[in-house]
């Protein structure tokens, strides 16, 4: 009795189902009489139960048998897509590049890159996960993710970082709130009486202000979780609540809402971003090729002194 049954015997029960001649089955298949016989016999034995109705006229399915070929009908039919798939990877005409960044990365930087990246490789499909910092660099060393863009700049084992961008996060009230009237940055710890507007839970920026918070032995009073830092703005905006944003998103609407932005005198809210790929694989030329797009806007955002722009 066979232990297992493989594609032939598949391909083998679904030609049955179409010929209803065992066989015409056998020679679709390119299989012997006995040899087709033996396989149905074995997958009937491996299954216990039968498969084939058999009398004078030929045969015809169990209802075991037609449920065995519609499942072996949706494995081959998925069989041939991957068989098309891989021979177009195998070409190079086809991939896809696995990118985990942070919030401000995610929201604010790689969008653009990507979207000059895309046009000229319309054949590349790119996979994009928001996680936090650690996550990114974790995800890369594990395989899960080819690029990574993460504030962390070592750690690792086998991980090799290429500087990216500046990430500076700030706080941003309604510029009649009692903190805008205070003067000089604030420190996180003493903000944390007032409601937040935040980012959805899931996002990487949550979590890490959520941290900093516990860290300062307090709590992120979260009075409203919103999707993106525009509606958050909005109601920061509105005085609904204050907010700590990144500041190329809190510039963008500072001139449209009535806001205020202060910088933050915690050493976490302004951070270098890297770039990180593990350094004992070779990229496929594809992914290589995004990489050295994220290496070039980087060098677009720093002055001709070596400081960065106030881009960032």
């Not at 991957?82 to 990365?105: F, P």
């Not at 190329?248 to 932005?261: D, F, G, M, N, S």
């Not at 496929?284 to 722009?309: I, K």
């Amino acid at each position: 009795m066979a232990s297992h049954f493989d594609l032939t015997d598949m391909q083998l029960l679904v030609n049955v189902a179409s010929a209803m001649s065992l066989t015409k089955a056998a020679e679709h298949t390119f299989l012997s009489l006995p040899a087709a016989s033996n396989r149905v016999k074995n997958l009937e034995g491996y299954l216990g139960t039968p498969l084939l109705y058999r009398n004078s006229q030929g045969v015809t399915l169990t209802p075991a048998g037609e449920a065995f070929v519609r499942h072996a009908r949706i494995v081959l039919h998925q069989l041939q897509h991957l068989r098309g798939d891989i021979q177009e990877y195998a070409q190079g005409v086809k991939g896809r590049v696995r990118v985990y960044a942070n919030t401000t990365a995610m929201n604010e930087f790689v969008p653009a890159v990507l979207e000059r990246y895309l046009v000229s490789h319309p054949s590349v499909n790119i996979e994009l996960r928001e996680r936090l910092s650690y996550q990114v660099v974790k995800a890369v060393v594990e395989g899960a993710a080819d690029i990574g863009i993460t504030a962390q700049g070592s750690g690792g084992a086998g991980v090799k970082f290429l500087p990216y961008r500046t990430d500076r996060l700030v706080l941003v009230t309604h510029r009649d709130h009692p903190l805008a009237r205070k003067q000089g940055p604030h420190s996180f710890g003493n903000v944390l009486d007032y409601d937040f507007i935040s980012l959805a839970e899931s996002s990487a920026i949550h979590s890490f202000l959520l941290t900093a918070a516990e860290d300062s032995g307090r709590f992120l009073r979260v009075r409203v979780e919103v999707g993106n830092f525009e509606t958050a703005c909005r109601l920061i905006g509105a005085q609904v609540g204050i907010g700590v944003i990144p500041e190329t998103a809190a510039r963008r609407y500072v001139q449209l809402l009535p806001l205020k932005i202060m910088d933050l005198t915690d050493e976490w809210a302004l951070r270098q971003l890297h770039i990180c790929v593990r350094e004992s694989t070779e990229l496929p030329a594809f992914s290589q090729e995004l990489v050295d797009l994220l290496v070039q806007d980087a060098e677009r955002t720093v002055g001709t002194d070596g400081s960065d722009l106030k881009l960032v």
